[in-house]
């Protein structure tokens, strides 16, 4: 696990330890020394603490502009014992909705497992945005996963079309990939994914 980087080729657009706006402006980070863990496990240093002991992140992109930012996750998502979706939303999303975004992708690759609690604070995000006609979608996360979130009824609150989680995001520029999205999740009209440039 020590060896999954968050995705560092959008470094050329955006990264959040620059940004004044971010929660994590000015953090200094090690490429040698590993401290952080999920249980027993280290994790890269470039992933950012949330004051969770299973649940790290890294902002990818933020535009300030448009309303939205990627962020893509690590670890285990546990509200049941650590109530990690209301440590994310008052310490993260927060931070973001005073800057004005209101339109969120996560990516859960990297998330291996989620213990669910209540929804309340899912319902409280998604409120949080809607005056902004915004959104949560979830990228590339497992089928288990988005079953569990099923069952207690998240897919009110998040999206998370089948189509998406198999997605290889990683070959669009972060504005491209927030429009193929946005496009989706609007139905404004199908995604003809030719039309967007890919990183070399």
């Not at 949330?50 to 690590?74: A, C, N, Q, V």
């Not at 897919?155 to 193929?180: D, G, M, S, T, V």
Request: glycine share 2%.
């Amino acid at each position: 696990m020590h060896n999954l980087e968050p995705f560092y080729n959008w470094r050329d657009y955006y990264i959040a330890e620059n940004d004044p706006k971010s929660p994590f402006f000015e953090r200094e980070y090690s490429e040698f020394t590993f401290s952080d863990r999920i249980y027993d496990h280290y994790i890269h240093p470039q992933w950012d603490d949330i004051d969770s002991p299973t649940l790290y992140l890294k902002i990818l992109y933020t535009d300030y502009i448009k309303g939205f930012s990627i962020i893509e996750l690590i670890g285990e998502w546990n509200d049941a014992v650590y109530n990690d979706v209301m440590t994310l939303k008052r310490d993260i999303i927060d931070h973001l909705q005073e800057e004005n975004i209101s339109q969120f992708i996560l990516i859960g690759e990297n998330i291996l497992n989620i213990h669910t609690s209540d929804d309340c604070y899912y319902e409280e995000w998604y409120e949080d945005i809607q005056h902004q006609n915004g959104w949560i979608c979830l990228l590339n996360f497992r089928e288990h996963i988005l079953k569990e979130m099923d069952d207690i009824g998240l897919n009110c609150f998040l999206h998370y079309p089948a189509h998406l989680q198999e997605f290889y995001w990683r070959k669009y520029k972060p504005l491209e990939l927030f429009n193929i999205i946005s496009k989706e999740l609007n139905n404004k009209e199908s995604v003809d994914f030719q039309e967007y440039t890919l990183i070399n």
